[in-house]
């Protein structure tokens, strides 16, 4: 059977990744569409075997006769994780799934920043297969000390309970802080680590901004891709990999804390005189507000781009069988290059851009 596959992000530096990735994994009977927004990116996804659809995903018409008329059966959505449009997709799995008879799959990316402190997690460990893990998702909502991480779960949630309603199986697939040279043909860089250089060109210094030494997850971009892979082998496979209310996969091999990263990385910056000083020192309200200034947003939410404790560990993807080939500990040696590359792909680097006057909770 061969199975139609919808991709979004193709250009970015995730979904890239993970094509370039797919292109090579000799999976079985498959065939790619990859969603684009221009001629350029139009003709790259070729070399992936992708056949491009120029769609506006604003349009829930266009995204449902994209889903319907190519009789696709699995979608990964890599391209917003507060997109509310995600019933009008998987009620179009639903249709092709009436139609074909074959089970249809809808996997929605979203990020590790919904399951921390900024988004109203507990502070103390909880496991990405925990039975428990939807109810607490969905509790936080109410309980998010940032408004737009309230409506990140929203959406998270909203995904798994009009899948469930359907007859779609669905898959939270969390990033984390993901690292390394992306490997498709658009996005190189990581939208997370790109941040701590923003914030020390506008600063002059690294600085932290948490009390304590909080923590948070971390994945090479090769790692985050296979864990894709995995997941997508099994569901061509027909293997239950868990789905719906226990479909969760944080992309990780562990955590690490923030001020080791800021210490490898003020090293690495320092070494290139982006920054005079080294030592990492703890943010008052001024250097928030320049760390914002070169973040593009807003004082408050400085901390939600570069700091907060995320306690979610990662125990699904390997119970499928991904083996994250790099340790958490590995983005430490790789600060260097790290930087180097942010370095190098700076200008036009994507970023959360908040607008200035955006209030925490309204
Ligand atoms: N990178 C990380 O460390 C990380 C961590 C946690 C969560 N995430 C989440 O994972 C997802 C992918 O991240 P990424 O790093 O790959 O981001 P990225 O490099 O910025 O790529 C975003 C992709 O989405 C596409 N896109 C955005 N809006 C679109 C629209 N309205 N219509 C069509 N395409 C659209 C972009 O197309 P264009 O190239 O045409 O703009 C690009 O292909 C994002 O939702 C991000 O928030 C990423």
Redesign the pocket.
């Known amino acids: 059977m061969t199975r139609n596959i919808l991709f ?9 990744s993970f094509l370039q990735l797919l292109k090579d994994a000799g999976l079985p009977g498959h065939k790619i569409y990859a ?4 001629d350029k ?1 139009a003709e790259a996804v070729q070399q992936y075997n992708a056949e491009p659809l120029t769609i506006d ?2 349009n829930t018409d266009a995204i449902t006769s994209a889903i319907v008329d190519n009789n696709v059966t699995v979608v990964f959505h ?4 507060l997109d509310s449009t995600t019933p009008a997709w998987i009620k179009a799995l639903a249709a092709v799934k009436q139609r074909l008879r074959q089970d249809v799959h809808f996997i929605f ?5 919904l399951f921390s402190s900024h988004a109203g997690a507990p502070s103390e460990p909880f496991s990405d297969s925990d039975p428990g893990l939807y109810v607490m998702h969905k509790g936080q909502a109410a309980k998010a000390p940032i408004d737009a991480m309230g409506v990140g779960t929203s959406c998270n949630t909203l995904v798994t309970e009009t899948a469930e309603a359907h007859g779609v199986k669905s898959y939270i697939f969390v ?4 690292y390394g040279r ?1 490997l498709g043909f ?2 190189k860089i ?3 680590t790109v941040a701590v250089v923003r914030a020390a060109k506008a600063t002059g210094r690294v600085f932290k901004v948490d009390n304590g030494r909080p923590t948070w997850p971390v994945c090479h971009v090769e790692d985050n891709s296979t864990l894709y892979l995995e997941m997508l082998r099994g569901i061509l496979e027909e293997r239950d990999i868990g789905h719906g209310k226990n479909g969760y996969f944080l992309a990780s091999p562990g955590s690490v804390a923030w001020d080791d990263i800021y210490t490898a990385m003020a090293k690495a910056l320092k070494k290139r005189g982006v920054i005079g000083d080294e030592e990492i020192q703890m943010a008052d309200r001024d250097d928030l507000a320049k760390m914002g200034e070169g973040l593009d947003c807003p004082a408050d939410f400085v901390p939600l781009m570069l700091g907060g404790l995320c306690p979610l560990t990662p125990e699904h993807g390997r119970s499928i069988g991904w083996t994250p080939k790099y340790g958490p500990e590995h983005i430490l040696e790789a600060a260097d290059a790290e930087v180097e590359l942010i370095l190098e792909h700076l200008d036009g680097a ?1 970023s959360y851009a908040i607008p200035q006057g955006t209030k925490l909770k309204q």
């Open positions: 979004t992000g193709a250009s970015g530096y995730l979904g890239g969603v684009v927004r221009s990116q995903l604003s890599l391209h917003n994780p990316t979203t990020g590790a920043k990033p984390c802080i993901v992306g658009g996005n990581s939208i997370q994507r």
